[in-house]
């Protein structure tokens, strides 16, 4: 049983096109979040949703839009594919740890989704 | 400047040897501290967590100095399956949101038979 999943694996369009990446986890945490990895290898915080409630927006530009339909679930729709938009791009979950920070900081990944805008 | 600098290698070791990464990070009010491993094509996964004292796992030891603002990982008696990128990973102060991790653009190592 996969903990953290996401859909499309691989994904390869156009510029200029619209598409989506899902993420569901089956953990029971409360966050969930978007990582992008670029081709310099750099993890990069895009979004953090905790129980459905955007709690971290990077400076990411507005073409990215995250939805939580629950807390089990964060999909990411991207608008308007750009070049640098080539990433992979990573969800996961944490914990909600109310006793400290070292639960919610302990994040689960999902496999990856390798965005590749042409 | 960049909030975790990690040498990216890459390190090339025989089975069986030590092996050691360092890592830094810009913030001194940082609060957590971790090492995450990640395999080529695949997602990132952690390997432990740092704490002010130190704290071992298995062949596994990992160090935190607050004066300098430096992380370490030693790997000792290297196996093959230890080939992999290792990467630092520092939160924020106490004030931001849970969650926000940094990560260094990571160390990778390889393992030779």
């Known amino acids: 049983d996969t903990a953290v999943s996401q859909t499309p694996k691989y994904l390869v369009t156009q510029m200029g096109n619209d598409k989506s990446i899902k993420c569901e986890q089956n953990l029971g945490h409360d966050t969930m979040y978007w990582y992008k990895q670029d081709s310099k290898k750099f993890l990069k915080i895009m979004f953090s949703y905790n129980n459905k409630e955007l709690i971290i927006n990077e400076t990411v530009p507005n073409r990215f839009s995250p939805k939580s339909p629950d807390k089990a679930h964060l999909n990411l729709h991207i608008n308007s594919l750009e070049l640098g938009d080539s990433a992979v791009y990573f969800c996961?979950?944490?914990?909600?740890?109310?006793?400290?920070?070292?639960?919610?900081?302990?994040?689960?990944f999902g496999a990856g989704s390798r965005l590749t805008v042409l | 400047r960049k909030e975790v600098e990690q040498d990216p290698g890459p390190f090339n070791v025989p089975e069986g040897a030590t092996v050691a990464f360092n890592c830094t990070y810009s913030?001194?009010?940082?609060?957590?501290f971790f090492w995450y491993r990640q395999d080529c094509r695949k997602e990132p996964k952690l390997l432990m967590s740092?704490?002010?004292s130190g704290n071992e796992d298995g062949r596994f030891t990992a160090q935190l100095n607050r004066a300098s603002q430096y992380i370490s990982l030693l790997i000792r008696d290297s196996k093959l399956s230890d080939s992999a990128t290792y990467l630092c990973?520092?939160?924020?102060?106490?004030?931001?949101?849970?969650?926000?991790?940094?990560f260094g653009r990571g160390t990778q190592l390889t393992v030779w038979p």
């Open positions: 740092v704490y002010s």
């Open positions: 990973v520092v939160t924020p102060d106490r004030g931001s949101t849970l969650g926000r991790l940094y």
């Open positions: 996961a979950s944490s914990q909600k740890n109310d006793r400290g920070f070292s639960g919610a900081n302990v994040l689960t």
């Open positions: 913030n001194s009010a940082s609060q957590s």
